[in-house]
Nanobody, 122 residues
Framework: QVQLVESGGGLVQTGGSLRLSCEASGSIFRINTMGWYRQAPGNQRELVAMITSDGTINYAESVKGRFTVSRDNAKNTMYLQMNSLKPEDTAVFLC????????????????WGQGTQVTVSS
């Protein structure tokens, strides 16, 4: 079984920075795609940034130039450095991993973390 734990959320003023972490643990053979999503009250969940095992990165247009996603494969951990934060960035940030378990059957997995709240005050 694989679990994800996010951390690093909090309250910050407009223009401030936060760094989120998402650590995967459990029976992991390989993590292919790691992604950050966010969901604000009344809004649909949206992709913020995604990074694949070969380093391909995609960002939502609204965060390009402000957010940076990275991953440490040795630690099964993904990071999201968020700079120049705006009130409209306020949301619950969730991470999502897709990969293969280390069981004998090499089962695929796709799991979500519990989310971490990011609040940007004006």
């Amino acid at each position: 079984q694989v679990q994800l734990v996010e951390s690093g959320g909090g309250l910050v003023q407009t223009g401030g920075s936060l760094r989120l972490s998402c650590e995967a643990s459990g029976s992991i053979f390989r993590i292919n795609t790691m992604g950050w999503y966010r969901q604000a009250p009344g809004n649909q969940r949206e992709l913020v940034a995604m990074i694949t095992s070969d380093g391909t990165i995609n960002y939502a247009e609204s965060v390009k130039g402000r957010f940076t996603v990275s991953r440490d494969n040795a630690k099964n951990t993904m990071y999201l450095q968020m700079n120049s934060l705006k009130p409209e960035d306020t949301a619950v940030f969730l991470c999502n991993d897709g990969g293969v378990t280390a069981t004998s059957f090499r089962r695929p997995f796709n799991i979500w973390g519990q989310g971490t709240q990011v609040t940007v005050s004006s």
